[in-house]
């Protein structure tokens, strides 16, 4: 079957940095995404990765390695508006997304 | 670039009335439409494909003559929940895929559409 991992919940300090774990099982591969969503809101994009290595967007860092099944996204300089629900989900063969459960992070001062 | 708007950000209907949803790709032309449904504290639960100008591809367990969709042009899909009830409250949120800029295939989200039947 197919299958995405990332940590339920993690927690982190306003500035400093924080790296969330993505591995995944799927049937084919063709990229990873990640996704930020804050309570009530529909998911907004983050990031696309398809072939290894750090992509970097301003604050927003993401991973990817293909053999390892393996990718994170790395936040910087902790804001409190970053407290959010981080969606990793891969796309498939079939060029489905097949969505993880999220990680809820909680930013404290 | 990339928005898509949904329409409307909220609904509450009597149980057994019929409300439509509509997804639509302000800047961009996506022949691939997405609808999903999450409940509380849960992930995203794809409900369907919807293809321009052709007949929508459903998930296992959702049922196509409940939830109606149409993508009639490359810029709207509408999704339609009929004989609502009370089981269907949820947010549901559309997705269009844009193939022809930004990044590949990657798909941008409405704002998602909080129905509540009574």
């Known amino acids: 079957g197919q299958n995405i991992d990332q940590p339920t919940e993690m927690t982190a300090t306003e500035g400093a940095i924080v790296q969330i774990n993505c591995t995944y099982q799927t049937s084919g591969f063709n990229g990873l995404f990640w996704y930020q969503q804050h309570a009530g809101e529909a998911p907004t994009f983050l990031s696309y990765?398809?072939l290894d290595g750090l992509e970097e967007k301003g604050r927003f860092s993401s991973f990817l390695s293909r053999s390892k099944g393996y990718s994170y996204l790395l936040l910087k300089e902790l804001q409190m508006k970053d407290s959010a629900s981080y969606l990793c989900a891969v796309m498939d063969s079939n060029y489905q997304l097949i969505w993880g459960a999220g990680t809820k992070l909680i930013i404290k001062p | 670039g990339a928005v898509v708007s949904q329409h409307p950000s909220w609904v509450i209907c009597k149980s057994g009335t019929s409300v439509k949803i509509e997804c639509r790709s302000l800047?961009?032309?996506?022949?691939?439409m997405f609808w999903y449904r999450q409940f509380p504290k849960q992930s995203l639960m794809l409900m369907a494909t919807s293809n321009e100008g052709s007949k929508a591809t459903y998930e296992q367990g959702v049922e196509k003559d409940k939830f109606l969709i149409n993508h009639a042009s490359l810029t709207l899909s509408t999704l339609t929940v009929t004989s609502a009830h009370p089981e269907d409250s949820s947010f549901y949120i559309c997705?269009?895929?844009?193939?022809?800029?930004?990044?590949?295939?990657?798909?941008?989200f409405g704002p998602g559409t909080r129905l509540t039947v009574l």
């Open positions: 997705s269009a895929r844009d193939n022809y800029g930004g990044h590949t295939d990657t798909q941008y």
């Open positions: 990765n398809v």
């Open positions: 800047d961009f032309q996506a022949t691939t």
